[in-house]
């Protein structure tokens, strides 16, 4: 059993584990009982009742927080000249064709997303086995495969995050900083939420979604009482 340190200790002497809390109450104790001493992420996961296995109950997509994630992303862009320019001009850390695409696939991972217009995407292929186990490919479901790159880098870095089941229908998202204030942490909860429920396979029969949790960067899980969410 891994060993925990006395901040650890103390902080989860604050989390009732019987309990289930308001969302706001939920990213308010998240924030209080953080332990590192960096501004730690604070991330909400979510238990599903879907098959990852079933096309039409593999959920993926992205959705632009309210507040961001105060996270700096790193975004490139896999486009020709005058895209790789837009790119550049709208904030990317890096654009190019071929040149980006070799430098890639001699190892190079300097970044958190990668953007692709739809014409580079039959050369990105060959690095699929590479990007896919990272989650890195660009996807159109997510929006970073498309013509408007400039669009995509400037919603990417304003705080637009992806989302996508894992193989046993768990999400898990980061929805801000343990120095964000509550209220703000609790309306990017929300927003997620209220995507997920917007995005229900019709196929799902029974409770949806059956747990709900917010903890932060090595700190306690705290559930979340999904009718009291909004709260």
């Known amino acids: 059993m891994m060993k925990r340190g006395k901040k650890y200790l103390e902080a989860i002497k604050l989390v009732d584990k019987t309990k289930k809390y308001s969302g706001l109450e ?34 993926r997509g992205a ?27 709208a904030g990317a850390d890096a654009a190019g064709d071929v040149e980006l695409i070799e430098k890639i696939s001699g190892g190079w991972f300097e970044f958190d997303v990668m953007v692709a217009t739809p014409d580079m995407m039959a050369q990105l292929g060959k690095l699929g086995r590479v990007l896919g186990p990272k989650g890195l490919m660009p996807n159109p479901k997510t929006g970073t495969v498309t013509v408007d ?51 229900k396979p019709a196929t799902v029969k029974g409770t949806y979604i059956q747990n709900i949790s917010v903890s932060t960067t090595m700190g306690p899980g705290i559930h979340v009482d999904e009718t009291l969410i909004k709260k």
Not at 173 to 195: D, M, T
């Open 149 to 199: 790159v400039a669009k995509a880098v400037k919603e990417i870095k304003a705080g637009k995050i992806e989302y996508r089941t894992d193989k046993v229908g768990n999400i898990h998202v980061p929805i801000g900083k343990v120095s964000f204030e509550a209220n703000k942490l609790h309306e990017n909860l929300l927003a997620i939420y209220n995507q997920l429920i917007r995005i």
């Open 26 to 59: 939920a990213v308010d104790l998240a924030k209080k009982t953080s332990v590192t001493k960096f501004d730690a992420t604070v991330e909400a996961a979510f238990r599903l009742n879907v098959d990852p296995r079933k096309a039409d109950q593999s959920l």
């Open 63 to 89: 959705i632009s927080l309210p507040h961001g994630t105060g996270k700096d992303v790193r975004v490139i862009v896999v486009a020709k000249a005058d895209k790789a320019k837009e790119a550049l001009a």
